[in-house]
């Protein structure tokens, strides 16, 4: 099994930044795809940004390209949501997730998710 926390989460004003990490447990984290995904209050749980199991190949949402970096350290157990010029749209719980995943941009493809992170961006 894995387990995953969710750090980092905060209040920024528009146009500022905030780094997520999550935190895994287990030591065949390496051999797992990883994702960030998030959910806003009243809606559905949609796809931010996620890696294959291999980290060859990263996938970013349209609404956060060019803003949002994902990283992976094995090394770790850790990856990361780098969140920059963040806008209010961006207000959601953020959370992590692993698992044997093939479409790794469908949240139901993952098994193991952490307790979510809240991110809160004010205009």
């Known amino acids: 099994q894995v387990q995953l926390v969710e750090s980092g989460g905060g209040l920024v004003q528009a146009g500022g930044s905030l780094r997520l990490s999550c935190a895994a447990s287990g030591r065949t984290f390496s051999s797992y795809a990883m994702g960030w995904f998030r959910q806003a209050p009243g809606k559905e749980r949609e796809f931010v940004a996620a890696?294959?199991?291999?980290?060859?190949?990263?996938y970013y949402a349209d609404a956060v390209k060019g803003r949002f970096t994902f990283s992976r350290d094995n090394a770790k157990n850790t990856v990361y949501l780098q969140m920059n010029s963040l806008k209010p749209e961006d207000t959601a719980v953020y959370y992590c997730?692993?698992?044997?995943?093939?479409?790794?941009?469908?949240?139901?493809?993952?098994?193991?998710w952490g307790q979510g992170t809240q991110v809160t961006v004010s205009s």
């Open positions: 997730a692993a698992g044997a995943a093939v479409v790794i941009t469908a949240s139901y493809e993952y098994d193991y």
């Open positions: 890696t294959s199991w291999s980290g060859g190949n990263i």
